[in-house]
């Protein structure tokens, strides 16, 4: 038997290093039931209209920001209930599948909160790593 276990989704940073979106329409409504990868909301931030989907599958328990308010990447925006069996498996630990811890948080690293984890970006992934550069050649030597 399983329990249910609420999770919260936090803004994303949808890249372009932009801290702040507008929640323009919710896609779903409480008490609606999400898959993973559903459309659940559409925010506009300064470059773009975006859908955002769903990390989980589960019941939405709570829309936290209404319609029209801008928010900073972070902030928490849903709440979904998903079943703890079905959260053990995202997590890997029985080898389910669904997202990857690191694909289901979401870090600001404008405070340096990231603890070691990589932001993700929707549509991206996570950053493997920093990004190298080529050593640039000095003139010829003649």
Do not use: C, H
Not at 46 to 52: P, W
Not at 78 to 96: C, T
């Amino acid at each position: 038997m399983s329990t249910a276990t609420t999770r919260t989704f936090a803004l994303p940073d949808v890249g372009e290093g932009l801290t702040e979106a507008e929640i323009v329409r919710w896609l779903v409504a409480e008490g609606d039931t999400v898959a993973v990868n559903a459309p659940i909301v559409e925010i506009e931030t300064a470059k773009s209209l975006v859908e955002l989907p769903s990390p989980w599958a589960g019941r939405v328990e709570r829309l936290l920001v209404p319609e029209g308010l801008t928010v900073d990447v972070g902030t928490a925006i849903i709440a979904v209930g998903v079943a703890a069996d079905a959260d053990d498996a995202s997590q890997g630990r029985d080898g389910g599948a669904g997202p990857s811890r690191a694909e289901r948080e979401v870090v600001d690293v404008r405070d340096g909160a990231a603890g070691g984890r990589s932001a993700v970006l929707v549509g991206y992934g996570v950053s493997q790593g920093a990004p190298s550069r080529r050593r640039r050649r000095g003139p010829a030597a003649a």
